[in-house]
């Protein structure tokens, strides 16, 4: 007879979950760009909005807008397709990056035996867009944003767990590793039951932050993730 395995005995990571904008993709602050821009066509000033959208980064856009729009739903409607037609622009104007290392550091992962799935805040248009500009259709097992989810972006667990059940690589949610650089991926990452739940340095939170939200690991950058994750399976 097999022995069962004990719940506090870590499990390989075969499915790994990647933010994209602030941990895959330097955001360079274009998602305050697109905010103000959002907020200024529908006449409100974005000045006391902005804290409460850098403390919500990763966070379901359409979410952050209803927050700040008292939950009128047409106001948030308008606003958030007016961010994602912003961000979009930004996006074909070229100010758009990788984070250094982060494209090879999805072939590692690949190369290591995991799936690997991107996953986003934003609509899909503007998710397409940003992989267009990139040229990484293809670099990733899957994408995924909130609608493919349900609707429910970050904090939720939705996003993850429909990766996990998508992709069908691991048995068991404790083999899930999620990377991302905000405090909302750290509690999606913790509430979906990840094993390796990490907060990376190049985006919107810092250490305390991303600890304090359930970061069992903090890297300089997605790109020590394939040695992270290769100590941890030894």
Not at 157 to 184: N, Q
Request: net charge negative.
């Amino acid at each position: 007879m097999t022995p069962m395995t004990s719940p506090h005995t870590p499990r390989p990571a075969r499915l790994v979950v990647l933010d994209m904008a602030g941990t895959t993709v330097a955001d360079d602050g274009l998602v305050e760009a697109a905010f103000t821009a959002a907020a200024t066509r529908l006449g409100e000033d974005p000045a006391p909005m902005i804290d409460h959208v850098r403390a919500t980064m990763g966070e379901s856009k359409i979410s952050v807008f209803r927050h700040l729009l008292g939950g009128d739903e047409t106001r948030a409607q308008q606003a958030n397709r007016a961010f994602e037609e912003a961000y979009g622009a930004l996006v074909h104007e070229g100010r758009i990056a990788p984070v250094p290392g982060a494209a090879d550091a999805v072939t590692a992962l690949r190369e290591q035996g995991r799936t690997v799935v991107l996953t986003t805040g934003f609509a899909r248009v503007t998710q397409d867009a940003i992989l267009d500009a990139l040229g990484w259709h293809g670099l990733a097992d899957l994408t995924l944003c909130p609608a493919d989810a349900g609707g429910r972006g970050r904090p939720h667990p939705d996003m993850v767990l429909t990766a996990f059940l998508r992709t069908g690589a691991a048995g068991d949610v404790r083999e899930i590793a999620v990377a991302g650089d905000t405090s909302y991926d750290m509690l999606s990452g913790a509430r979906s039951g990840a094993g390796i739940v990490a907060g990376v340095l190049t985006g919107a939170h810092d250490r305390a932050a991303l600890t304090a939200n359930g970061a069992t690991h903090v890297l300089p950058s997605v790109a020590a993730l394939p040695a992270l994750l290769a100590e941890h399976d030894s």
